[in-house]
């Protein structure tokens, strides 16, 4: 089985930066597409920012440009460089992995992290 743990969520004052951290553990065989979803009190789930396996990402309008995702294939994590923050950036972030797992990678499942909380408040 596989287990994605996220890490680096806290409060930080608006024009503030914090970076999120998730790595899956277990028997991981690969790891397809990632990304970062959040969700706000009352609000849906939305994605934030998606990266490829070879790198290639995209991100939601309303971070392009202060929001930073990366992978590291070879330790099976990822993590979202979030700067100059906004009070809309509110929200529990969550970890979402495309992944391969099992004899030779015979199982492929979609896995969620337990969310991070981040808060943006003067």
């Known amino acids: 089985q596989v287990q994605l743990v996220e890490s680096g969520g806290g409060s930080v004052q608006p024009g503030g930066s914090l970076r999120l951290s998730c790595a899956a553990s277990?028997?991981?065989?690969?790891?397809?597409?990632m990304g970062w979803y959040r969700q706000a009190p009352g609000k849906q789930r939305d994605l934030v920012a998606a990266?490829?396996?070879?790198?290639?990402?995209n991100y939601a309008d309303s971070v392009n440009g202060r929001f930073t995702i990366s992978r590291d294939n070879a330790k099976n994590t990822m993590y979202l460089q979030m700067n100059s923050l906004k009070p809309e950036d509110t929200a529990v972030y969550y970890c979402?992995?495309?992944?391969?797992?099992?004899?030779?990678?015979?199982?492929?499942?979609?896995?969620w992290g337990q969310g991070t909380q981040v808060t943006v408040s003067s």
């Open positions: 979402n992995m495309d992944v391969r797992w099992g004899l030779l990678g015979s199982v492929r499942r979609n896995y």
């Open positions: 277990g028997s991981v065989f690969s790891i397809n597409d």
């Open positions: 990266i490829t396996r070879d790198g290639s990402a």
